[in-house]
Nanobody, 123 residues
Framework: QAQLVASGGGLVQAGGSLRLSCAAS????????MGWLRQAPGKEREFVAS????????YYADSVKGRFTISRDNAKNTVYLQMNSLKPEETAIYYC????????????????WGQGTQVTVSS
């Protein structure tokens, strides 16, 4: 059974940084794009960032470009999200996701997603 376990969330002040990690297990994700989605209270789940299997292609939501960086280590079945200059409105549960379709990933409709990690940004 596929599992995507996110970690690294927490409480940070506005302008601060966090690094999220996601460990994938239970099946092979060879060929899958990996990414991050987030959902704030009362809002729909939204795309944050994704990275292709090779790592050669990355995509970001306009709101996070220049501040967030996604990376992956296929040998460790792990994907990371470095988040800098965090804003209070980015308080949300961040979900790790995997999808064969980068389009579905960017539509926040991936094939798989995990249980999420809470990120809280205080003002």
């Amino acid at each position: 059974q596929a599992q995507l376990v996110a970690s690294g969330g927490g409480l940070v002040q506005a302008g601060g940084s966090l690094r999220l990690s996601c460990a994938a297990s239970g099946r092979t994700f060879s060929g899958y794009a990996m990414g991050w989605l987030r959902q704030a209270p009362g809002k729909e789940r939204e795309f944050v960032a994704s990275i292709s299997w090779s790592g050669g292609n990355t995509y970001y939501a306009d709101s996070v470009k220049g501040r967030f960086t996604i990376s992956r280590d296929n040998a460790k079945n792990t994907v990371y999200l470095q988040m800098n200059s965090l804003k209070p409105e980015e308080t949300a549960i961040y979900y790790c996701a995997a999808s064969l379709s980068s389009g579905r990933m960017r539509n926040a409709d991936p094939d798989y997603w995990g249980q999420g990690t809470q990120v809280t940004v205080s003002s």
